[in-house]
């Protein structure tokens, strides 16, 4: 078993050439053969299992594509044909040929990286990890934001909790107080006195998109520690480790990757690369990093396996290059809530050069209850998905629609939550109208803009 590990760390450092096509377990893995000719509709039809309606919260669980579920089911069934072989023989090389292709994705080291279930399990272990640290005073105290997601932040409250410190929050702005350098100069206000900032790429429940990298030099500056919850950016924007330079960075891949759920990966820089530890201490124990995180009990590791399917096909939905998919994603949300907020007569949350993929858009105050609405909206024909949730604005308790716009949905899902919105709040007369000149203007120039990759 020691010999398994010490080949694992080692076979880190080894290359992946950059190809098309990998061999996992004898499961091939590459693009769909058919060029993809078009986004929304059309690929969820071929390409996903998704019901009837408007899907519009991708954000939530995400949709691993058929793809990637075919690949997951061979690999399964590679599993099953000999079980023993595979965890004592297979899976470590598949393993690493997994990771260090996710690290070539993302532009990491792969020595520096691990698979984990989740984002929380990875937080989890870092903030617990360097709470142990003598780097880590008694009385410290560690920065969130004010969009901190929740598990997040909870584990932020225990880890400070173990050196009789505390949090500290970063005010986010709103709106068109929102800005890189307004979030900058916040920021630096906070850091004195901090030994480790919490904070997110893209945050969960508004979709704000963060300036990690300049917040990381920041951070460097007041040596003060980063962990950057990227739970939403890895198949959503750009992920580039080199330039970010977090000393703790995870992401999931079952969201906007679109792999399946059980699989996230956690990037550390070389300053606390030898810290951190997995919650779970098992056979890897004080083998070093890449051995510590490999082995997380008997279970079942396939969508750790299936990550170079999902990155395949994101590409292959790019025609070669994922910013295609990041960039039609992004004009899409925009226009969904640009359209919502002009036909509600509110506002968005935060201006469209700030976020990615997923947008705000403030209810009216004669809108339902939030857990009505949110019922109704996704009980009844036509079903719509979407995040509803309240938000501090101006010290105001507002509503928000939260649309989540993933390569398979399309002008016509936004639309048809608009219409059923409408219905469902009682909107006046005048909402109607606004959507009636709306939809007039919704023809398949604009649907083929938004796939004209």
Known sequence: MKGLYAQFTQSMLEPVHDQTCYDILGVKVSPPAQECTALGGSLRRSWFMLGEGAHLSHGAYGAASVFVQN????????????????????????????????????????????FVPNVEFAISAALQSL????????????????????????????????????IDVVEIPTCDDCTDEEILRRFRGKLRGSSIAVFEHISSPTGLVMPVEEICKLCREHSVLSVVDGAHSLGAAEVNLERIRADVYTSNGHKWLMNQRGCAFLAVSEQVRDVLHPVLASWGHDKGFNAEFVWQGTMDYTPMLTMPAAISFLTWCGRGNPEQVYRRNHRLACWAADMLSYILDTKTLFPSEMVACMACVKLPVYANPIEELRLVLSQNEPRVQVAVFFFVVDNEDDRYLRISCAIYNDVWDVLTLAKKLLDVIRAPEEAHRRLRRKEALVNLDLERSLDGL
């Open 131 to 166: 709470a142990q640290i003598e780097l880590f005073p008694n009385g410290c105290k560690i920065l969130v934001t004010s969009l901190t997601y929740g598990a997040v932040k909870i584990a932020a409250k225990e880890a400070a909790s173990r050196k009789g410190g505390w």
């Open 71 to 114: 690949t997951g089911d061979a690999i399964r069934a590679k599993m099953e044909e000999d079980p023993v072989r595979f965890f004592y023989e297979l899976l470590f090389p598949a393993l690493s040929l997994s990771l260090r292709r996710t690290a070539q994705f993302v532009s990491g080291a792969a020595r520096n990286m691990a």
